[in-house]
């Protein structure tokens, strides 16, 4: 089982449509969340941290299940210039400080 | 600041050269990270440094396979005689120790040929 599993997609939606992506991940001791996104050909940008509580940034909310290992990231009112890959990333910070990262899951934002 | 900053930014090489990638961090990080990453696929961890010290090292990291971070701020990364499954997106990215958030450079990209 890879460690950080993400549905690589594609996601074609249209304009003004939410889409949500769910990511799991394997160790039970990890303690660091993060989503970024990234353009094609270009590097990883982070989009937000995730906190165990979930938090917003405008369109954009992101979501902890420490239960159930796994988070989330829900786009509202999507845009054209969403179109992009999005990237799970979990830090395992007990004992290492490496950071894991899922596959991507692509969405494409259809005018 | 202005970021990190990797050079080159594109590299050809024939299949055995050899081939280095420097990686300059933001400043204030010390920790520092190498990932490899090819078409489809997330970053694959390769290797990171916290100060100069190598902590992980990724089995990816073959023996052909060096980094270095000598006086704690810049990075290199060497391949050793290099084969074309080599060819990848080699991204260095550092962070704060406290396990926040990791910023990119904009990668050097290998083609083996």
């Known amino acids: 089982r890879k460690e950080v599993e993400q549905d690589p997609g594609p996601f074609n939606v249209p304009e003004g449509a939410t889409v949500a992506f769910n990511c799991t991940y394997s160790?039970?001791?990890?303690?660091?969340f993060f989503w970024y996104r990234q353009d094609c050909r270009k590097e990883p940008k982070l989009l937000m941290s995730?906190?165990?509580s979930g938090n917003e940034d405008g369109r954009f909310t992101a979501q902890l299940n420490r239960a159930s290992q796994y988070i989330s990231l829900l786009i509202r009112d999507s845009k054209l210039s969403d179109s992009a890959t999005y990237l799970c990333?979990?830090?395992?910070?007990?004992?290492?400080?490496?950071?894991?990262f899922g596959t991507g899951t692509r969405l494409k934002v259809l005018a | 600041d202005t970021g990190v900053s990797q050079n080159p930014r594109h590299k050809i090489t024939k299949r055995g050269q050899n081939v280095t990638f420097r990686c300059d961090p933001i400043s204030e990080h010390n920790r520092l990270y190498w990932y490899r990453q090819t078409l489809g696929q997330g970053p694959e961890f390769l290797t990171y440094f916290q100060n100069e010290a190598q902590l992980e090292k990724s089995r990816l990291l073959s023996d052909r396979f060096s980094a270095e971070r000598p006086k704690g701020s810049f990075s290199t990364l060497e391949i050793q005689r290099t084969e074309q499954g080599d060819s990848a997106m080699y991204l260095c990215a550092s962070s704060f120790a406290d396990g926040g958030p990791l910023t990119f450079g904009a990668g050097s990209r290998l083609t083996v040929l």
């Open positions: 160790n039970s001791a990890s303690q660091s």
């Open positions: 995730v906190y165990s």
């Open positions: 990333v979990v830090n395992n910070t007990s004992g290492t400080y490496k950071y894991i």
